[in-house]
């Protein structure tokens, strides 16, 4: 017993989020709780071993809506993941369906990496990488990309991680089914079982 709770208090999440109202991705952070968007995990400085960040809403810059998502990045590992700052969400996906996944950004600094992966829920698939640049935009950029999903596969996860010190904007973040454009594969459902 004493073994059991020693290690399960050494376990550190290696993401927050702060769950929103509804199921919608919430991709232009305009559902703000907690001074973050929700509906997303982030890469946060509770969470990231090495980094010194600030994820903000930033309503003075943005694309769409009325706030944008801003990273102030003075320290950083390069390794991604949970060991740099960023954020992800997974969603349900219908197998077969090819989404069209786009964004806008401002890049001043960073060098960063957007990539998608698809997968059953909890179980990596293919992995394929959006952008990876630290090319400066100083309006916004809008990036866009087209993934499959394998008939054996439901998920889609759509994560950012940032890998160098900088400051960086990311707004109306979108995922279209190109078939389908229904509800469902506009906004596709979360990974979580409760919002189907």
């Known amino acids: 017993m004493l073994v059991f709770s020693i290690v399960l208090s050494g376990c550190e999440p290696m993401s927050i989020m702060i769950k929103g109202d509804d199921c919608r991705m919430n991709g232009s952070f305009e559902k703000v709780k907690k001074g973050l968007p929700v509906n997303w995990y982030y890469y946060a400085p509770q969470t990231v071993p090495n980094g010194d960040f600030e ?110 010190p900088g400051t960086i904007w990311f707004d109306d973040i979108r995922i279209v089914g190109v078939k389908d454009k229904s509800e469902r594969t506009i906004y596709p459902y979360r990974g979580d079982e409760e919002c189907e």
């Open 55 to 164: 994820i903000q809403c930033d309503s003075s810059l943005f694309k769409e809506g009325n706030i944008s998502l801003k990273f102030l990045i003075k320290e950083c590992e390069s390794a991604g993941g949970w060991h740099s700052p960023g954020f992800f969400k997974e969603f349900k996906a219908i197998p077969g369906e090819t989404y069209k996944v786009s964004f806008w950004v401002i890049n001043h600094g960073c060098s960063f990496q957007v990539y998608l992966q698809t997968g059953m829920k909890g179980v990596p698939g293919i992995s394929e990488t959006v952008i990876r640049t630290e090319d400066t935009y100083s309006e916004w950029k809008f990036i866009e990309h087209d993934i499959q999903i394998p008939a054996t596969n439901d998920n889609l996860r759509f994560e950012v991680n940032i890998l160098s």
